[in-house]
Nanobody
Framework: QVQLVESGGGLVQAGGSLRLSCAAS????????MGWFRQAPGKEREFVAS????????YYVDSVKGRFTISRDNAKNTVYLQLSSLKPEDTAVYYC?????????????????WGQGTQVTVSS
């Protein structure tokens, strides 16, 4: 079992930055891939970024490439999502997710554990 707790969301103006954190407890953190997803009101949950167990490889949805950066600190059992050059369309609840596998991609089915989410609101 894995427990995930996100933090770092908030209200920011367009063009601003935020750093989201996700603290994990339970199974060995360094053995599984992590991902970030987001869900805007009235929309389906969408993939944002993922990182493999070692942190050596990352994957992003096209709409955030060059603006968001996913990273992890296995010593701290924490994964991060740095959000920069934020746009109003980035407004959503952001969820951290943990896979049971060392590598995972963009599908929600690839992740077994989910946090409660943290709200990010970008004003224009």
């Amino acid at each position: 079992q894995v427990q995930l707790v996100e933090s770092g969301g908030g209200l920011v103006q367009a063009g601003g930055s935020l750093r989201l954190s996700c603290a994990a407890s339970g199974r060995a953190f360094s053995s599984y891939a992590m991902g970030w997803f987001r869900q805007a009101p009235g929309k389906e949950r969408e993939f944002v970024a993922s990182i493999i167990w070692s942190g050596d490889s990352t994957y992003y949805v096209d709409s955030v490439k060059g603006r968001f950066t996913i990273s992890r600190d296995n010593a701290k059992n924490t994964v991060y999502l740095q959000l920069s050059s934020l746009k109003p369309e980035d407004t959503a609840v952001y969820y951290c997710a943990a896979s049971r596998d060392a590598v995972a991609g963009a599908g929600t089915y690839e992740y077994a554990y989910w946090g409660q989410g943290t709200q990010v609101t970008v004003s224009s």
